[in-house]
């Protein structure tokens, strides 16, 4: 088998919406730079994603040289959002953690509240490095985390993917298969593992970046939205929970926590640590 090689690198400047995938990204302390750094919130301050709001894939965010994005959606014209001033922030909500951010300006609320016929905020993470902790069962003190669900990055493997669609042509929603890796809407993808392989890694490098694996990640029904199309199914969850359950979780992919900063690069060894 050869050795893994990093296969793609994906970022998501706003949380749920399409990402992109440049050549190469600079790896920062709480994940990629410009990843899941803006967040959409309900008039509660609580996030809102894919989950309840499929349509959200079909929208996207152009990561702009400062910070700023652009952006684009079916039926919409285009709007440019730049970072919001620090004038103060608001107490928005991510699951379980209260976080303060910035909120954008109010065009950027209107575009996105008649976008989805329901009142919603865009928000801005303004610091990084102090505003959210990773969960400290599996973090070191000072570790932090952008607005991404839990941790820094995100990595799968094509084989896995591969391994997975072979599965669900075995079972009751074969015709829903094979699902593209966009579904699980990973930051890195490893080309040249063994199916499952990533189950076993401790700690991996990407090119001059190292990085401690902190857990499986636990799926949900967004991995059954088909992002091209806002629709939805049932694949890969009722394959997952026969094959890959662990307890109330379905896995697929594994949860990083970057131990030094550094650019990874499309075609970057990926070298297995422990």
Same mark, same amino acid.
């Given at each position: 088998?050869?050795?893994?090689?990093?296969?793609?690198?994906?970022?998501?400047?706003?949380?749920?919406?399409?990402?992109?995938?440049?050549?190469?990204?600079?790896?920062?302390?709480?994940?990629?730079?410009?990843?899941?750094?803006?967040?959409?919130?309900?008039?509660?301050?609580?996030?809102?994603?894919?989950?309840?709001?499929?349509?959200?894939?079909?929208?996207?965010?152009?990561?702009?040289?400062?910070?700023?994005?652009?952006?684009?959606?079916?039926?919409?014209?285009?709007?440019?959002?730049?970072?919001?001033?620090?004038?103060?922030?608001?107490?928005?909500?991510?699951?379980?953690?209260?976080?303060?951010?910035?909120?954008?300006?109010?065009?950027? &609320?209107?575009?996105?509240? *008649?976008? @989805?016929?329901?009142?919603?905020? #865009? =928000?801005?993470?303004?610091?990084?490095?102090? +505003?959210?902790?990773?969960?400290?069962?599996?973090?070191?003190?000072?570790?932090?985390?952008?607005?991404?669900?839990?941790?820094?990055?995100?990595?799968?493997?094509?084989?896995?993917?591969?391994?997975?669609?072979?599965?669900?042509?075995?079972?009751?929603?074969?015709?829903?298969?094979?699902?593209?890796?966009?579904?699980?809407?990973?930051?890195?993808?490893?080309?040249?593992?063994?199916?499952?392989?990533?189950?076993?890694?401790?700690?991996?490098?990407?090119?001059?970046?190292?990085?401690?694996?902190?857990?499986?990640?636990?799926?949900?029904?967004?991995?059954?939205?088909?992002?091209?199309?806002?629709?939805?199914?049932?694949?890969?969850?009722?394959?997952?929970?026969? &094959?890959?359950?662990?307890? *109330?979780? @379905?896995?697929?992919?594994?949860? #990083? =926590?970057?131990?030094?900063?550094?650019?990874? +690069?499309?075609?970057?060894?990926?070298?297995?640590?422990?």
């Amino acid at each position: 088998m050869p050795n893994p090689v990093l296969h793609a690198v994906h970022v998501y400047p706003v949380k749920s919406l399409a990402g992109c995938a440049p050549g190469e990204v600079k790896v920062e302390p709480w994940g990629p730079a410009g990843d899941r750094r803006w967040m959409l919130v309900h008039p509660d301050g609580k996030v809102v994603t894919q989950r309840p709001q499929p349509s959200l894939a079909l929208a996207r965010a152009e990561p702009l040289p400062d910070g700023g994005i652009r952006l684009s959606a079916p039926g919409r014209e285009t709007l440019t959002v730049a970072v919001p001033e620090p004038a103060g922030t608001t107490c928005v909500e991510i699951w379980k953690d209260k976080v303060e951010a910035v909120e954008a300006a109010a065009g950027a &609320h209107a575009w996105f509240s *008649d976008y @989805l016929g329901t009142e919603v905020r #865009l =928000v801005h993470l303004d610091d990084p490095a102090s +505003r959210r902790a990773i969960d400290p069962d599996y973090a070191k003190p000072g570790e932090t985390v952008s607005l991404a669900d839990g941790y820094p990055l995100l990595v799968t493997t094509l084989a896995s993917l591969d391994a997975l669609n072979s599965l669900i042509a075995q079972g009751d929603h074969a015709d829903e298969g094979p699902l593209p890796m966009s579904r699980f809407r990973p930051n890195a993808v490893v080309d040249g593992a063994a199916p499952w392989a990533e189950d076993d890694w401790k700690r991996i490098a990407i090119g001059e970046v190292s990085f401690r694996v902190a857990k499986p990640c636990g799926r949900c029904v967004v991995t059954t939205t088909d992002q091209r199309t806002a629709e939805r199914g049932k694949e890969p969850l009722r394959t997952l929970a026969r &094959h890959r359950r662990s307890g *109330d979780k @379905l896995l697929f992919g594994q949860n #990083l =926590v970057p131990e030094n900063t550094g650019t990874i +690069r499309v075609g970057d060894p990926v070298e297995i640590l422990e």
